[in-house]
């Protein structure tokens, strides 16, 4: 039985957690939630598995008329705590987006909740296990490079 999962939020992050997902072949995104309908007819142009999903503009009317199993939280930042806590109110497994939340009184609270529930909150945060970062952390580690004072990264996409 697949796992049942709905995205909240649909913007380009959504397209890569898209691009694993449907690799594995447990699990169904079955619903899709974005104020910006463009957004979810995007996705769905890019992936035809999502082109019969439910699409939401609220993801509380989602929550209510969709049975879920997990739920990926790909909104603005400002918005995660809120979608968080209402998911877990629901007792729904979730994928999070980084940073998990911008205040750490409400990382406290959703971690609480998450323990209180008993439910995974993944937060992804998937660059540590890349060949290159490791490598960087590792010559580092060692010395390779003497005392390391500041580092400046630039990352960008397409």
Do not use: W
């Amino acid at each position: 039985m697949a796992i049942r999962i709905g995205f909240i939020g649909c913007g380009g992050i959504a397209n890569g957690h898209m691009q694993r997902l449907e690799k594995i072949e447990d699990a169904e995104v079955v619903a899709l939630t974005d104020p910006n309908p463009s957004m979810m007819e995007r996705l769905q142009k890019a992936f035809p598995k999502l082109a019969g999903v439910q699409k939401f503009a609220d993801y509380k009317e989602m929550l209510e008329k969709v049975k879920l199993d997990a739920v990926g939280i790909f909104s603005p930042h400002t918005l995660h705590f809120q979608q968080a806590m209402d998911c877990l109110d629901r007792g729904l497994h979730l994928l999070m987006e980084k940073p998990m939340v911008c205040k750490v009184e409400h990382a406290r609270k959703l971690i609480a909740k998450a323990e209180q529930k008993k439910r995974v909150v993944l937060i992804s945060y998937q660059r540590h296990y890349m060949p290159q970062f490791r490598y960087m952390r590792e010559i580092i580690q060692k010395g390779e490079l003497g005392e390391v004072r500041f580092i400046a990264a630039l990352q960008t996409q397409n």
